[in-house]
């Protein structure tokens, strides 16, 4: 069983920088791609951001790209989404996923473990 864990969400400032960070406990983590959805309130879950298992690939959604990169470290089962110049409209819930599968997706339905989420406000 996949057990995957979010942090570094906060309450920070427009224009402000946050940089999450999930860890994933399984053995196949250096051959999955990863990647990073949000849910605002009231609203669907959508695609943030996604990046294959050797980090050759990544995609971003149009309303992050140029503020938002996935990254990861293999070695510590770790992805991350440093997020820049930040807005309100960034406020959600951010959840880190995990693909059986080495190549990057935008779509959600084909991540299979999900960590629990944690919480980016964006307010003056």
């Known amino acids: 069983q996949v057990h995957m864990v979010e942090s570094g969400g906060g309450l920070v400032q427009p224009g402000s920088s946050l940089t999450l960070s999930c860890v994933a406990s399984?053995?196949?983590?250096?051959?999955?791609?990863m990647g990073w959805f949000r849910q605002g309130p009231g609203k669907e879950r959508k695609f943030v951001a996604a990046i294959s298992w050797n980090a050759r690939n990544t995609y971003y959604a149009d309303s992050v790209k140029g503020r938002f990169t996935i990254s990861r470290d293999n070695a510590k089962n770790t992805v991350y989404l440093q997020m820049n110049n930040l807005k309100p409209e960034d406020t959600a819930v951010y959840y880190c996923?995990?693909?059986?599968?080495?190549?990057?997706?935008?779509?959600?339905?084909?991540?299979?473990?999900w960590g629990q989420g944690t919480q980016v406000t964006v307010s003056s």
């Open positions: 996923a995990l693909r059986g599968y080495p190549l990057a997706s935008q779509q959600l339905a084909e991540f299979d473990s």
């Open positions: 399984v053995r196949t983590f250096s051959t999955s791609a």
